[in-house]
């Protein structure tokens, strides 16, 4: 018995042996599963191919999440190859690949700048995935209810050379025309009441004479060239200031008094440029006009959307794509038919829009902008750049070092090179060391980063402190920034949903919709009440928050103008009205022959003569002012003559003023109206009436620019009663219409609109009328003299809040 117990015992033992065995055998097996290579390849078309190769029993598992923009790839219980794992690639779409082994099994993270679509095929241990990133740009705005089209770029050259001046001005009008080679950014206005200046920027002068004669009220011109900024400047002495408009074809720069001797201005978008300092990215939009634009934020995306009449030269790239910087990309395009720029950032970053000389700036940070670090504008930025892209290295000698050590301890290294900089140096506590250096006449920098380079370190400059550590210290630092980024994700995914309701004051819900889906997360809900013009929000405390700032920042009262119009009619009228009026007769006058033996002579036109015979010619002046008439005749009564003069002269002057003002909202139409309606009855069958509406009609559209200035579109109509007969009734109408840039509370004129009506009406006995110097013995004249002008006064003034 104790035998057999024994050989239940032995053979249980070698059951566990061999399980165990097996077991390991199998873990073993698991463990075999390897991932051999890793590979990414990108098509001409954009395409981008991920290769994995792995074993035939490899299994692979995929993830896709946007927040950030990752692919992950898991393949349970294998592993990587060291070549596997060593492997990487990064471009402006896929920013970084990292390859690990976790729990799970082996891991790859694909991270990419922007949303992707793709399709995978998995066979034999084998993955292939394919990615095509989504244009995010045109996605986001479409899912906000803009449509975003393509640019149309003008074939038109950009101007380099100012070729020549013409003074076409006359004793009473201003007309200049200056020769070019292409379009010209400029600029006019007056230094003083009799003094003229025209800039154009970046243009070289062909003109050799230095100071041009005067013509009509022009009195001399002088020319000058300038730098910086480069360009060619024109003073025009003139003996009266005027209104002045401009204008450019690509051919001249035109400038007058009067608007239609200008052509119309085209602005154009000349160049896009990216210039990056350190942490900061800008973006200069060249322009050759004054930049008249819009800015919003659509779905995280800045637009920026300009004026009517900007176009964009051909030489302007419509896409760039950066990598690692504030900015991802911007791309040219239009939004119901404005030119638009739209600049997607690349994560959250702080941004700001504003105008510079060149056009306009926007400046990008992956940190808030600070006092010290908002001094580095646009004029450092260019100049950084112009000695990057020529190569010169115009340091200044300050900045220049010689060394020559050796085996000094790295700090003491940086210590001496970073002397009298007035900079605050801090070290990590890694930095250890020893350098040897020997250099003459480099630049400090270049200096410094010798030494890092060799060291392995870096350096951080932030708010005058350098900060010198490890770049495996730099590393550890970012992973534990991305772990509470992820840690502050998982605990904004558990915090609770609250709902509110948040007001909008001063425009509808709906307009806002799209830049308050921006700040939600994926969980937050978004509805509009349009009852009460609210939004109500579901989501974490911290996200309505956001949604609550944003919406105070962009709901505020839109802009007011104020139009002041002054309408003056004058009305001037002469008329000079000549008659005359004589007659006679001959009676009884006894012949020598049988027949006739008597003879009578006397007018008749059907009216009397004072002495009571008719009248030979018969043309008074109806209602005059003075008459003379003069009888004669004699004793016998037998001859009598009686003559009449008629003369009137009447003189009508008339000015009405009518002084209307209207208050307009920021880019909507106002209409000024002055007068009444005529209703015309037909004769006849037809006896409908027909109402005809007679008068001055004012309509203006102004716009605040970001200077506080103010564009306006105006047009002006005058239209009176013409012609009425019994069935119809005609109107006559005068009309202007143009375009101002006034300053706020400035006056500009319309007129032009000018009658002068010149008439002579003669009555006369036919024949008799045309003989020399006689003739006026049988005609009477009245010359009819009138004018009418109309002039209009327009102020406009921003109400202020």
């Not at 006009?289 to 419509?318: D, I, R």
């Not at 980024?485 to 909008?504: D, G, H, N, Y």
């Not at 003056?568 to 004589?582: A, F, H, K, P, R």
């Amino acid at each position: 018995m104790r035998i057999y117990k024994l050989f239940v015992v032995a053979v249980s033992l070698i059951l566990i042996i061999a399980c165990a065995s097996k077991k390991e055998q199998a873990g073993n097996m698991i463990l075999q599963k390897k991932i051999k290579a890793v590979s990414v390849e990108k098509s001409a078309e954009g395409k981008y191919i991920l290769n994995l190769t792995g074993d035939s029993s490899v299994k692979y598992k995929i993830y896709y999440s946007k927040s950030p923009y990752k692919l992950t790839v898991l393949a349970a219980d294998s592993l990587f190859s060291e070549e596997a794992m060593k492997y990487s690639y990064s471009d402006e779409v896929i920013t970084k690949t990292a390859a690990f082994i976790s729990d799970q099994g082996a891991t790859l993270e694909v991270y990419l700048s922007s949303d992707a679509n793709y399709t995978f095929d998995e066979k034999d241990g084998n993955l292939k995935v394919d990615l095509q990133v989504v244009k995010a740009e045109i996605k986001d705005l479409g899912d906000a209810g803009i449509e975003f089209n393509s640019a149309e770029f003008e074939n038109v050259e950009l101007g380099k050379n100012v070729l020549n001046i013409s003074n076409l001005s006359d004793d009473n009008n201003l007309l200049l025309k200056i020769g070019l080679d292409g379009v010209v950014k400029y600029d006019f206005g007056y230094l003083n009441d009799k003094l003229l200046y025209i800039d154009i920027f970046d243009v070289t002068s062909q003109i050799t004479e230095k100071t041009l004669p005067g013509k009509g009220i022009v009195r001399r011109i002088k020319i000058g060239s300038y730098y910086p900024p480069q360009k060619v400047r024109f003073l025009v002495d003139i003996n009266m200031s005027n209104p002045i408009f401009a204008g450019q074809n690509g051919k001249y720069l035109i400038l007058s008094n009067e608007v239609a001797n200008v052509p119309r201005d085209d602005k154009y978008i000349t160049s896009i440029e990216s210039i990056a300092v350190k942490k900061y990215q800008s973006i200069i939009i060249k322009l050759t006009g004054n930049p008249v634009y819009t800015k919003k934020v659509v779905n995280g995306n800045l637009v920026l959307e300009f004026g009517k009449g900007f176009k964009a030269l051909k030489s302007v790239k419509n896409t760039m794509a950066f990598a690692n910087l504030p900015f991802r990309k911007v791309t040219v395009g239009k939004i119901a038919d404005k030119l638009s720029i739209i600049v997607v950032p690349n994560g959250e970053i702080y941004a700001k829009v504003e105008k510079v000389p060149e056009g306009v700036m926007i400046s990008g940070s992956f940190n808030n902008f600070s006092k010290a670090e908002d001094v580095l504008k646009a004029q450092e930025i260019q100049e950084t750049a112009k000695k990057e892209d020529t190569g010169v290295k115009n340091y200044d000698k300050k900045d220049l070092v010689n060394l020559s050590i050796k085996d000094m301890d790295v700090r003491e290294a940086i210590r001496l090179i970073y002397f009298g900089r007035n900079k605050n140096i801090v070290f990590g506590n890694e930095v250890k060391g020893n350098v040897s250096l020997f250099v003459k006449n480099v630049h400090y920098q270049k200096a410094l980063d010798i030494i890092y380079q060799e060291n392995n370190l870096i350096e951080i400059d932030e708010d005058n402190v350098v900060w010198v550590i490890s770049k495996a210290r730099k590393d550890e630092i970012e992973s534990k920034k991305l772990q509470d980024i992820k840690a502050a994700q998982q605990k904004q995914e558990l915090e609770p949903l609250v709902t509110e309701i948040i007001p909008v004051n001063y425009s509808a819900a709906s307009d806002y919709k799209g830049v308050l889906d921006s700040v939600l997360s994926a969980r937050g809900k978004l509805q509009i009440e349009n009852r009460t013009n609210s939004f109500v929000i579901t989501d974490t405390k911290v996200n309505i928050e956001k949604a609550k700032n944003l919406l105070a920042e962009i709901d505020k009262p839109t802009p007011q103008v104020t139009i002041e119009a002054r309408i003056v009619e004058v009305y001037d009228s002469n008329n000079t009205n000549l008659g005359i009026q004589w007659g006679g007769q001959v009676n009884n006058s006894t012949t020598a022959y049988n027949f006739p033996a008597t003879v009578g002579l006397q007018g008749n036109t059907g009216t009397t003569s004072p002495s009571g015979n008719g009248y030979l010619v018969n043309l008074p002046v109806a209602s005059p002012a003075g008459a003379f008439a003069l009888s004669l005749g004699n004793l016998s009564k037998t001859f009598a003559l009686d003559v009449a003069l008629s003369a009137l002269e009447s003189r009508n002057k008339a000015k009405t003023i009518s002084s209307p003002r209207i208050t307009t909202l920021d880019n909507e139409e106002a209409e000024i109206k002055s007068g009444g309606t005529a209703v015309i009855v037909p004769t006849g069958d037809n006896t409908a009436t027909q109402e005809i509406d007679v008068g001055i009609k004012l309509k203006v559209k102004p716009h605040i620019t970001a200077n506080k200035m103010v564009y306006m579109e105006i047009e002006v109509e005058k239209s009176s009663l013409g012609s009425v007969t019994g069935n119809t009734a005609t109107t006559e109408e005068k009309k202007a219409k143009t375009q101002v840039l006034l300053a706020n509370g400035d006056t500009t004129v319309i007129g032009g609109i000018y009658e002068d009506e010149q008439s002579v009406i003669t009555q006369q006995v036919p024949g008799l009328g045309n003989i020399p110097i006689l003739g006026w013995l049988f005609k009477s004249r009245s010359n009819i003299s009138s004018k009418k002008e109309l002039l209009v006064f327009l102020t406009p003034k921003v109400v202020e809040r």
